[in-house]
Every structure is written in structure tokens, then in C-alpha cells.
């Protein structure tokens, strides 16, 4: 029988992340993507490209412009026979889905039922890696006592400086409208796993990037902040004096997760992934090193509102993972996370 893998927004930064690291380990890679980004942010958003390259790049690349909220969802399950589903179609941004919650909400928590059904119904022995959010801990993580240092908080508490661990309480928070969607995803994926005893895993993201990314102002922090700097966009800052902190990981290191995933399936497990504490960086840090990089002074402006829901300093816990998983570990510093972005970024204008 072949072997198939199912990567949901494979048009999308880590769905074609994961579709390029996957394709010689599976006999045929199967991708769902309808565009809806284009949707979502307007013609940046545009993945249709990436979707063309992977094909002419990859024999066994097979994409389908499907909705995965749509029917044909349960048409393709009966069709192949998965062995794998990674998920990452979804509506992403944070600000955004205030805009727009009922299609958020749709996307992101029904979007996932339709798969997670489909597969109980056809190949219940897959493994489900879904790619969640550290959003689901709403503004939670803020409670942990900070410091405030000369370009970046950080945690007070020795205790807290290994980063935020899935111990931390999903409730009774400020989450953002996204947070909702994406929680009700991330239990649907786990009760899938707990309840029905499939193979599934949710992966808490962090800043999740990599050169591939169409970033956009409300979604993809490090590579829209290179294309304003390279581009001279006026970029603006939300709150917290620039000091807020996020952890940073390349897609490559997320698709070396999954593979692990793969290979040691959990029933309903969740894992906080991100960059950790070595590949975190703050706002005002972040635009030093990119104006370091390019010799391009960032063209930024001040909004005292920071934006619903966000954290002030997040950096993942990765023990969870290393302990799970122990020949993983993050292979990409930041600093190559950034000459990488600005290269592709670079490479565009020419
Ligand atoms: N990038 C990050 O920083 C980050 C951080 C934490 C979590 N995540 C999660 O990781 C996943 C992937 O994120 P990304 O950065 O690659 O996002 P992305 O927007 O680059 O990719 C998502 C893809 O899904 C497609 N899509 C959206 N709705 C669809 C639908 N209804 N049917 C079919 N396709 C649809 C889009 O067209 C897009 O190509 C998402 O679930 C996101 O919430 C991302």
C-alpha cells in the first residue's frame, strides 16, 4: 500500500515547510489549500505561487483546492488512504479575527471537526499533528512577574526563565477572538485523542517562521518586520514599550518535530513550540538586528495600545519536547533565522 501524507495549507508557510521535508519520505503528499489567505490579507497574502513551485518541484505533490470545511473533504479521506495528517490551514491572525469571527471561528474550529471526523471515519490509524498556538493561554502568561530591562522584559522568577510550560491554565482569560478559535480546535484535537484513542498532537506554536513566509502586518511578525525595513513600510509598535518578547523557530525545526511525531505517535498530547529562550527576542531587538543586517534604519512609530490578548513576554518551555522527543532540539539559531529571511527578502526586489 502507499504511503500517503495529507498537509492542510500546504500553500502556507508551514504546510509548504512540511510539504518540502516530507515529500521523499512518502510515496505521494496530498495538500489541501483553497487560497483563503489571499482572502484573509489581500493580494500579499497570495500563496498561489508557493503552491506552483511545489508542484514543479515535487513529482509527488499532489495539491487539491478544497475548503477543509467544505464535503470533498470526506470524499478525499475515502479516496486515500492516509498514513499522516499535519494541520496547519487555518485564519491565523490574532487581529484579524475580531473582523471577522464567525468566518475565524468556522475555519479554524470547524475547519479541524471535518478533518478529525474524516479520519475517524476512514483511517483511524493516522497520526493528527495539529498546529495550535501559544494564543490559547490568553493573556495568562502575563501574570508572571517580569522585569524590565534595558531592551526586553524578562521573567522575574528563576522558575519561570526555563519559559511557559502546558501546565499553564488555558481559562478565565483575555484570549482574543483567535484564541477561542484556536482553543476549541486544540481540544476537539485532543479529545479526538483522549476520548476516541486516535493519534493525535497539538503543537502550541510560538513565532513560527522561515524565509517562505508571505508575511503581512497582521500575521508573520519576523518577516513582515524585514519586508518593512527592506521595503521602508513605516512600521508601527504596539504597546509595551517595544520590550514585549516573542520566541522565535524555523519552520525546518518544526517539520523535525513532526517527523519525531510520526514515529512516536501521543493520544491527545500538547506541546508548547517555539524558539525557547535562546531564539527569543523583543520588538526593539528584533529591528536592531534586521537594521544591522541591512544598514536600513526601520521606519517605526509608537501606539501606547497594545494589541487584545498580547503578551508581554512569551518564550516556550521546550522540556516537554526534548523529554518526549530527545534527539529533537532547535538546529536553527535566530541569527540565521534572520539572515535567512532578509536573503529571500532581499532576493524579492531584485
Ligand atoms: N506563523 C506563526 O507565527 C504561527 C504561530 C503559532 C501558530 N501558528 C499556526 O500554524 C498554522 C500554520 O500557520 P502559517 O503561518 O503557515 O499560516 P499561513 O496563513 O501561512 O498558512 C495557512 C494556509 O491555509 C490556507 N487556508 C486557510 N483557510 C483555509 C481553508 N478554509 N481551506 C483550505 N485552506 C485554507 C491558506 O490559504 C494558507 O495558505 C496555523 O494553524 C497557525 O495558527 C502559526
Same mark, same amino acid.
Given at each position: 500500500?502507499?504511503?500517503?501524507l495529507?498537509?492542510?495549507?500546504?500553500g502556507g508557510?508551514?504546510?509548504?515547510?512540511?510539504?518540502?521535508?516530507?515529500?521523499?519520505?512518502f510515496?505521494?503528499?496530498h495538500? #489541501? +489549500?483553497?487560497?483563503?489567505r489571499? *482572502?484573509?490579507?489581500g493580494?500579499?497574502?497570495?500563496?498561489? @505561487?508557493?503552491q506552483?513551485?511545489? %508542484?514543479e518541484?515535487?513529482?509527488?505533490f499532489?495539491?487539491?483546492?478544497?475548503?477543509?470545511r467544505?464535503?470533498e473533504?470526506?470524499?478525499?479521506?475515502?479516496?486515500?488512504?492516509?498514513?499522516?495528517?499535519v494541520?496547519?490551514?487555518?485564519?491565523?491572525?490574532?487581529d484579524?479575527a475580531?473582523?471577522?469571527p464567525?468566518?475565524?471561528?468556522?475555519?479554524n474550529?470547524?475547519?479541524?471537526?471535518?478533518?478529525?471526523?474524516?479520519?475517524?471515519?476512514?483511517?483511524s490509524d493516522?497520526?493528527?499533528?495539529?498546529?495550535?498556538?501559544?494564543?490559547?493561554?490568553?493573556?495568562?502568561?502575563?501574570?508572571?512577574?517580569?522585569?524590565?530591562?534595558k531592551?526586553?522584559?524578562?521573567?522575574?522568577?528563576? #522558575? +519561570?526563565?526555563?519559559g511557559?510550560? *502546558?501546565?499553564?491554565?488555558?481559562?478565565?482569560?483575555?484570549? @482574543?477572538?483567535?484564541?477561542?478559535? %484556536?482553543i476549541?480546535?486544540?481540544?476537539?484535537?485532543?479529545?479526538?485523542?483522549?476520548?476516541?484513542?486516535?493519534?493525535?498532537?497539538?503543537?502550541?506554536?510560538?513565532?513560527?517562521?522561515?524565509?517562505?513566509h508571505?508575511?503581512?502586518?497582521?500575521?508573520?511578525?519576523?518577516?513582515y518586520?524585514?519586508?518593512a525595513?527592506?521595503?521602508?513600510?513605516?512600521?508601527?509598535?504596539?504597546?509595551?514599550?517595544?520590550?514585549?518578547?516573542?520566541?522565535?523557530?524555523h519552520?525546518?525545526d518544526?517539520?523535525?518535530?513532526?517527523?519525531?511525531?510520526?514515529?512516536?505517535?501521543?493520544?491527545?498530547?500538547?506541546?508548547?513550540?517555539?524558539g525557547?529562550?535562546?531564539?527569543?527576542?523583543?520588538?526593539?531587538e528584533?529591528?536592531?538586528?534586521i537594521?544591522?543586517?541591512?544598514?536600513?534604519?526601520?521606519?517605526?512609530?509608537?501606539s501606547?495600545?497594545?494589541r487584545?490578548?498580547d503578551?508581554?513576554?512569551?518564550?516556550?518551555?521546550?522540556n516537554?519536547?526534548?523529554?518526549?522527543?530527545?534527539?529533537?532540539?532547535?538546529?536553527?539559531?535566530?541569527?540565521?533565522?534572520?539572515?535567512?529571511?532578509?536573503l529571500?527578502?532581499?532576493?524579492?526586489l531584485?
Amino acid at each position: 500500500m502507499k504511503k500517503k501524507l495529507l498537509i492542510t495549507g500546504s500553500g502556507g508557510l508551514i504546510g509548504s515547510a512540511m510539504v518540502e521535508y516530507f515529500c521523499t519520505q512518502f510515496d505521494e503528499v496530498h495538500g #489541501i +489549500d483553497n487560497n483563503m489567505r489571499e *482572502e484573509f490579507f489581500g493580494p500579499n497574502g497570495d500563496t498561489t @505561487s508557493t503552491q506552483k513551485r511545489l %508542484k514543479e518541484t515535487y513529482k509527488n505533490f499532489i495539491p487539491h483546492l478544497i475548503d477543509i470545511r467544505d464535503k470533498e473533504i470526506e470524499s478525499l479521506f475515502k479516496e486515500h488512504h492516509f498514513s499522516a495528517i499535519v494541520h496547519c490551514a487555518a485564519q491565523p491572525s490574532h487581529d484579524l479575527a475580531a473582523k471577522i469571527p464567525i468566518l475565524d471561528f468556522s475555519v479554524n474550529a470547524n475547519g479541524t471537526l471535518n478533518l478529525l471526523e474524516s479520519m475517524r471515519q476512514h483511517c483511524s490509524d493516522a497520526t493528527f499533528v495539529y498546529l495550535s498556538t501559544n494564543k490559547v493561554y490568553g493573556d495568562q502568561p502575563n501574570l508572571l512577574p517580569l522585569i524590565e530591562l534595558k531592551t526586553r522584559y524578562e521573567y522575574k522568577n528563576l #522558575i +519561570d526563565q526555563s519559559g511557559v510550560k *502546558e501546565s499553564m491554565s488555558i481559562d478565565q482569560c483575555v484570549h @482574543s477572538l483567535f484564541g477561542v478559535s %484556536k482553543i476549541a480546535a486544540d481540544l476537539l484535537v485532543q479529545e479526538y485523542g483522549r476520548n476516541f484513542g486516535l493519534n493525535t498532537s497539538c503543537l502550541r506554536g510560538g513565532c513560527l517562521t522561515g524565509p517562505q513566509h508571505k508575511g503581512v502586518e497582521l500575521h508573520g511578525f519576523l518577516s513582515y518586520l524585514v519586508k518593512a525595513n527592506t521595503q521602508k513600510i513605516p512600521y508601527t509598535i504596539f504597546g509595551y514599550k517595544g520590550k514585549q518578547v516573542r520566541d522565535n523557530i524555523h519552520s525546518l525545526d518544526v517539520a523535525k518535530l513532526v517527523e519525531q511525531i510520526f514515529i512516536k505517535p501521543n493520544k491527545g498530547e500538547v506541546f508548547n513550540v517555539g524558539g525557547g529562550k535562546s531564539n527569543s527576542c523583543s520588538m526593539i531587538e528584533a529591528m536592531h538586528m534586521i537594521e544591522e543586517l541591512s544598514g536600513i534604519k526601520m521606519d517605526s512609530s509608537y501606539s501606547e495600545q497594545a494589541r487584545v490578548g498580547d503578551h508581554i513576554c512569551y518564550y516556550s518551555d521546550l522540556n516537554k519536547i526534548k523529554k518526549h522527543y530527545p534527539s529533537w532540539d532547535i538546529s536553527v539559531p535566530l541569527d540565521k533565522i534572520f539572515e535567512e529571511i532578509y536573503l529571500q527578502s532581499i532576493k524579492k526586489l531584485v
